[in-house]
C-alpha cells in the first residue's frame, strides 16, 4: 500500500491545489505552516497503523481527519480532497460517476442534513460529492452529533459508492 507523504504534497498536491483548486478562493502556501505539515505527517503515520485494517478505512481516517484537525490556516477541505483521491489512484482504484441524483440521494441517506449547492463549475458527479462530502464533514449542522469514528464509518461506506478496486 502506498501512503501520503510530506513530499508528495510538496511536489504535486499543493502545486495541483493551488493551480486547480484556488480559482474561487486562493489556496494556502502550506508549506509555509510548519505546525500544519507537522500534524500532516503525524495523520500520515497514524493511517498506516493496524486499528484502521483495510484500504477504505485508512482512507476514511485521513479525510475525516484533516478537514476535522483544521492543521492550516485555510484550505483543509481542499487539501483532505486532494489526498484522499491521491491515496486512492496511487493505490489502483477508481473513481466511478454514478448518476449526480443517485449520489445526492445517498449522501442525504447519511446525512439527512444535507445543504446541497449547485456548483456550475463542476462538470462530473464525482466533483459533487467531494465538494459535498466536504462540506458535510467540515459543518456541525450537517453531519449532526456523530463522533469522530462514526463520521469515518458513513465516509468509508459512501467511499464504496464512488470508487472502486479493478
Known amino acids: 500500500m502506498h501512503y501520503p507523504t510530506i513530499p ?70 481542499r487539501l483532505a480532497v486532494a489526498v484522499l483521491t491521491y ?9 466511478s460517476a454514478p448518476d449526480l441524483e443517485d449520489l445526492r440521494s445517498e449522501l442525504q441517506r447519511f446525512f439527512p442534513k444535507l445543504q446541497w449547492e449547485n456548483v456550475h463549475a463542476f462538470r462530473f458527479a464525482h466533483e459533487y460529492f467531494f465538494y459535498h462530502l466536504a462540506l458535510i464533514i467540515a459543518d456541525r449542522r450537517q453531519k449532526g452529533a456523530m463522533k469522530f469514528q462514526e463520521e469515518q464509518r458513513a465516509v468509508r461506506e459512501l467511499l464504496t459508492f464512488i470508487i472502486f478496486h479493478p
Open 8 to 77: 508528495s504534497c510538496r511536489e504535486i498536491l499543493f502545486p495541483l491545489i493551488r493551480r486547480e483548486m484556488g480559482k474561487a478562493e486562493p489556496a494556502p502556501w502550506y508549506e509555509d505552516e510548519r505546525r500544519g505539515l507537522g500534524r500532516l505527517e503525524g495523520t500520515f503515520a497514524l493511517m498506516e497503523r493496524d486499528e484502521y485494517p483495510d484500504m477504505l478505512s485508512k482512507a476514511a481516517y485521513l479525510f475525516c481527519s484533516v478537514i476535522d484537525g483544521h492543521f492550516f490556516s485555510n484550505g483543509n477541505k
Open 87 to 95: 491515496f486512492l489512484v496511487v493505490n489502483g482504484w477508481k473513481i
